[in-house]
């Protein structure tokens, strides 16, 4: 690593000092402790901390301390008067005041253009989440900051197929000018997360950019405002926001950079985001390009359980929509490959999501509700996690509380690639409690957001007819018709097994007096 505070830099590397092009002359123990106060810039550190890394915790007197922070300071051309570079903060250590800058190591930097360090082949997507700055923030908020940082840092661990620095790391560039290059070959993060905290008006405000850094393309940015009395709960609204967003942003950031590359190209990585981005499109076509190239990341790597799941999920699409001829194997490969999903790895959201939804095909969906019960609580905000609840709770002729878990994953990702069938679920939930004209317009709603789903369309024809709209129905038979001219009422309910007999009838009965075959 190279740390540069001019005219100086310290590069750990060769474990020297220069200023310019000349090497400073230092004995290892003042080295030692220059580097120790450098890369620990953004706090004081104490004399008991520069007796335990300097001088390994043997005991040594404060004089001994002394005589090498004077060296330092000599190296630097510094004193104790001007303290242009180590303050002395009395009764609690010194600190390293000099703007740094931090630095690829030089090896890595005088490589080719265009070879990137960060995100290897094969591995995931890799976030730094640096200190949050400050601004016009009373000293008593001075710490939110760091608390912030870290509370995304540990939200951020639970994503299981993204690798994030840990704060010991990234916590160093703490009030420093980083150039992203430096992020990505001093740390390997092909993504930046940054943010600044704010007071303006009697107001705080927290702004977050999401940055890629190979060239600095702004992938995501927020701004955030609430009342400074509510600071805790402004943090906790913030990092549920990060979260999700970068939950959908970052797998678009790598699909888009996946499909630059031919697909036998493609590392195990790069398969998997372009295989969720087609995934949810809701068509034959687009679901099996899906189910290629998430088997490509499988292959590639067999122990992806995320790419599992996700491979369980094109199989519960084929066995739902009536994809594929044969529905027992497809409902059978769903369930293998959800198994296999958690056998890799149990905390894996994605992989308990999967678990929970497989027992919908075999028509108990209560079976499924333990493991995305357990998705939650493993992520919180994962938005996937309540949207299949809502779907286990209406399947179990539940509406209140499927039109509870929806409303949350709508409000977590309104974005989200799933978005027509939480639609379509929160107007299932009003239909099973008679209320088919609100339902009708969610899930025409939905239709129109996803013209190819075939349950959506369906269900929007059943409940426009419940609702007494036979000219809206009438349009979405016709759009049923050149997009599945082999729809039947029976295919749609064995996709769908509501429990409420009474709700499937009805159900049954509309499709048929709108022309759908039973």
């Given at each position: 690593m190279i740390l540069d505070f001019a005219p100086f830099v310290l590069d750990t590397g060769r474990a020297e000092l220069r200023n310019g092009d000349a090497v400073v002359a230092l004995e290892p123990k003042?080295?030692?402790?220059?580097?120790?106060?450098?890369?620990?810039?953004?706090?004081?550190?104490?004399?008991?901390?520069?007796?335990?890394?300097?001088?390994?915790g043997r005991f040594i007197s404060d004089a001994a301390v002394s005589t090498a922070l004077k060296q330092v300071r000599r190296a630097l051309g510094d004193d104790g008067a001007a303290q242009t570079f180590i303050r002395t903060l009395h009764g609690m250590g010194h600190r390293f005041v000099a703007p740094v800058r931090i630095k690829a190591a030089a090896a890595v930097a005088r490589q080719p253009a265009g070879i990137a360090t960060a995100d290897a082949p094969g591995g995931p997507p890799t976030m730094a989440v640096l200190p949050f700055g400050a601004a016009g923030l009373p000293e008593t908020f001075a710490p939110h900051g760091d608390a912030l940082s870290a509370e995304i840092i540990?939200?951020?661990?639970?994503?299981?197929?993204?690798?994030?620095?840990?704060?010991?790391?990234?916590?160093?560039?703490?009030?420093?000018e980083v150039d992203l290059p430096g992020i990505r070959t001093?740390?390997?993060?092909?993504?930046?997360?940054?943010?600044?905290?704010?007071?303006?008006?009697?107001?705080?405000?927290?702004?977050?950019?999401?940055?890629e850094t190979?060239?600095?393309?702004?992938?995501?940015?927020?701004?955030?405002?609430?009342?400074?009395?509510?600071?805790?709960?402004?943090?906790?609204?913030?990092?549920?926001?990060?979260?999700v967003a970068l939950d959908l942003q970052i797998p678009l950031a790598e699909a888009a950079r996946a499909r630059t590359r031919a697909v036998e190209a493609l590392d195990a990585w790069g398969a998997y985001h372009l295989g969720l981005s087609?995934?949810?499109?809701f068509n034959a076509r687009d679901?099996?390009?899906?189910?290629?190239?998430?088997?490509?990341?499988?292959?590639?790597?067999?122990?992806?359980?995320s790419a599992f799941a996700a491979r369980s999920f094109t199989s519960f699409q084929n066995a739902m929509m009536g994809y594929a001829g044969d529905r027992p194997a497809e409902v059978a490969a769903a369930r293998a490959f959800a198994e296999r999903s958690v056998e890799l790895d149990p905390l894996d959201p994605h992989a308990n999501v999967a678990m929970g939804r497989?027992?919908?095909?075999?028509?108990?969906?209560?079976?499924?509700?333990?493991?995305?019960?357990?998705?939650?609580?493993?992520?919180p905000s994962h938005a996937k996690g309540h949207y299949s609840t809502s779907f286990v709770q209406a399947m179990s002729g539940r509406p209140g509380e499927a039109r509870v878990a929806v409303d949350l994953a709508v409000g977590l990702s309104p974005l989200d690639p799933l978005m027509p069938s939480m639609l379509m679920m929160r107007g299932i939930s009003f239909g099973i409690d008679g209320d088919f004209e609100t339902a009708a317009r969610w899930n025409v709603r939905a239709s129109r957001m996803a013209p190819s789903h075939f349950g959506g369309l369906m269900l929007t024809v059943a409940m426009c007819t419940l609702s007494g709209q036979n000219e809206v129905a009438a349009h979405w038979i016709q759009v049923l018709r050149e997009r599945r001219p082999d729809a039947t009422a029976t295919q749609f309910l064995v996709g769908l097994p509501f429990q409420d007999s009474v709700f499937r009838q009805k159900l049954v009965s509309a499709l048929i007096a709108a022309g759908v075959p039973g």
């Open positions: 003042v080295y030692a402790l220059l580097r120790l106060l450098v890369e620990n810039h953004d706090r004081v550190v104490s004399k008991e901390e520069m007796i335990a890394v300097v001088w390994g540990s939200a951020l661990s639970r994503l299981r197929w993204l690798r994030v620095i840990a704060r010991e790391s990234s916590f160093r560039y703490r009030g420093a001093v740390l390997g993060a092909g993504y930046c997360l940054a943010g600044r905290m704010e007071m303006a008006g009697g107001r705080m405000a927290v702004t977050v950019d999401l940055v190979t060239d600095g393309r702004l992938v995501w940015s927020d701004r955030l405002e609430g009342s400074p009395d509510d600071v805790h709960g402004m943090r906790h609204s913030i990092v549920q926001a990060v979260i087609h995934m949810y499109r679901n099996a390009i899906a189910a290629g190239l998430l088997r490509r990341a499988t292959d590639l790597d067999p122990g992806f359980a497989v027992p919908i095909l075999s028509g108990h969906p209560e079976d499924g509700l333990v493991w995305l019960e357990r998705s939650v609580a493993l992520s």
